[in-house]
């Protein structure tokens, strides 16, 4: 079992909905001793507002990155486009082309699958300042969510 377990780079919302979300709460519960610790970050709705219209291309030494972004408010679903090359050490470009699919998670909803799955107590905040606790997660462009795997004495 595990002291700490980490969800990071808004990996929670790759997921395809709270059912997904619920599934991983789940398996990190039974890999956690009780008293461990789960950090999930996740990107919201004003996080996401900032990816739509996005057009950006950078060119350095080590290639040329093209992305695009895209936001719909209605679905929830944010995406982002890139492609470009890489150079490789020998000079040859390697050539890539990707979507990343994001989807909203209202934190409500998250911190109840969280709950479900055996995590107890909840902080929900910002990597500026993991001791504060968000009192109005919509104003926030990235939340944290720190849980507290509950014991086996807890209800």
Known sequence: PF??????????????????????????????RPGALLVVDLNTALAFVGWAGTDEVIDDEFGRLAGRGSYDAETGEASLHLEGYLLDETGEKRWFAETETERLLDPAALL????????????????????????????????????????????
């Open 112 to 155: 109840a699958a969280l709950t479900r799955a055996g995590w107890g107590s909840h902080r929900l905040t910002t990597y500026a300042d993991l001791t504060a606790e968000v009192t109005a997660p919509d104003e926030a462009q990235r939340l944290v969510v720190v849980s507290l795997r509950a014991s086996e004495h807890d209800p």
């Open 3 to 32: 002291d700490l377990i980490l969800c990071l780079y808004d990996s929670v919302n790759h997921l395809d909905g709270i059912e997904s979300v619920a599934v991983m709460a789940r398996a990190a519960a039974e890999a956690a």
